[in-house]
């Protein structure tokens, strides 16, 4: 910003630059249109500056000559306003004037031969632009043509393939209910052959329970690709027959740079070609599940049939040895018992034995105490002194002897009495078991015919 009086070198006093056409060079033309001009009596001074204010003024001295004047500097110029400068000489010469228009004649010239070229160009532009949209389009209409037809392909070998599945699960649901109706057929002779039908029966039962999880795996998975394709056809359908006059385009700024896909058209077949592989080998192993349910049905029918007639015989020969170990156990025990009769009266007698010989060892200890108090020299070791000594001594090993043999007796008595309780349990065992064995013999006296075996009801 500038300060109002100020000359001609502000930036606002100079002129405007325009900014369309480049600022034409300045020649020497423009310098001699700013010749100094000259004022009558200011020649010597800048003639753009105006001095219509200047003077020359004297000022006094301090040195006392009275009349004595010196001159001094001139003082600054007053301000003058920009609506005063004006009125006082002009900006621009008229070679200035015509030299302008003759740029701006140059400008417009310059502005029309470039705005023909330019719609030229434009026109060129929009042919070829349409030209390109136009191929464009057709190429991706095409495309979509091609894809709906990819898409019907891989839908018509989808249904095929689902239908088949179907098919297959219907017959191993069939296969399914016959193996449940011959376990429930089974259910009473299960009593005879449990083991081997678990080993058939119920592992079939397993394997077609897995199967038919496969088998629902598969087909969802069908129906859901399917279903992929059915809804993939119908919006691409729906593209295809879009056009340029279609009442439901629009803008959608932004959604090219959006890339929601999550498969090539690679990885795009070989997701349903995996789903048929898939379904196919899941239709193999039910039917051939099938054809081993149909054989072990048979075989399990046969064997049962030969188990049955077996295990009657095996519990006839059962129960004959079962009665007749049996009998041996209750003899066994009936001698056990008259064992134990026996050993319970020697207990006895050792227990009388043992108590008569108490008094005689009292008698002879009784004696040797009597003997200790004979005086001084009478106290002599004398033979009925060793007598006595030697009677004491053998009463007492009688009696450790026959303690000892008591004690046997107590330990044999023990073993008896046990040994009784082991026969009479395992008499009670026998007992319960011949109970069980015949009573499984009269529950076995029915059996299912061979077509409910084998599922048919």
Known sequence: MEFLGTTQTASYCGPKKSYLFPEPVST??????????YLPGYRYLNSWRPSLFYRVSAVPTNSGEQGSMRISAPLRPPTILPSVRSALY??????????ANTVQYKGSESCRHWAGRMNADSLRLMQDKNQLTQQTQDSTGRSLGQRLSDIDFWRSELTYELERLLTETRALETAKRRLECAADEAQRPL????????LNVLVCLRVQLVLCSINRDAQHALERDLSDKNSAHFIDEKCYNLRNTSDSISFYHGVEKIDGTISVPETWAKFSDD?????????????????ETENTLENVSEEMWKQFTDTNLAFTNRIAETADTKNKL??????????????????????????????PLKVAQT???????????ELCRDIPQ??????????????????LRLREAHDTLQL????????EHDLSVKANSLFIDRKCMDMRKTFPSTPRLVGYT
């Open 28 to 37: 020497s033309t423009t310098q001699d249109s700013y010749q100094s001009y």
């Open 386 to 403: 060793f007598k006595l000594v030697n009677e004491v001594f053998t009463i007492d090993d009688t009696l450790q002897t026959l303690k």
């Open 275 to 291: 789903n048929i592989r898939h379904s196919q080998n899941a239709r193999a192993n039910s039917i051939k599940l099938c054809e």
């Open 191 to 198: 009593k005879v052959g449990q083991r081997y039908l678990i």
């Open 330 to 359: 209750q003899t066994h025990l009936a001698k056990t018992l008259q064992e134990i009769f026996q050993t319970e009266n020697t207990i006895m007698l050792l227990e009388r034995a043992i108590m008569a010989k108490e008094c």
């Open 367 to 377: 004696r040797l105490e009597g003997r200790t108090r004979r005086p001084n020299v």
């Open 416 to 423: 008896l009495v046990l040994n009784k309780a082991r026969l």
């Open 90 to 99: 002009a900006r621009y010469s008229p070679h200035d004037w015509y030299q």
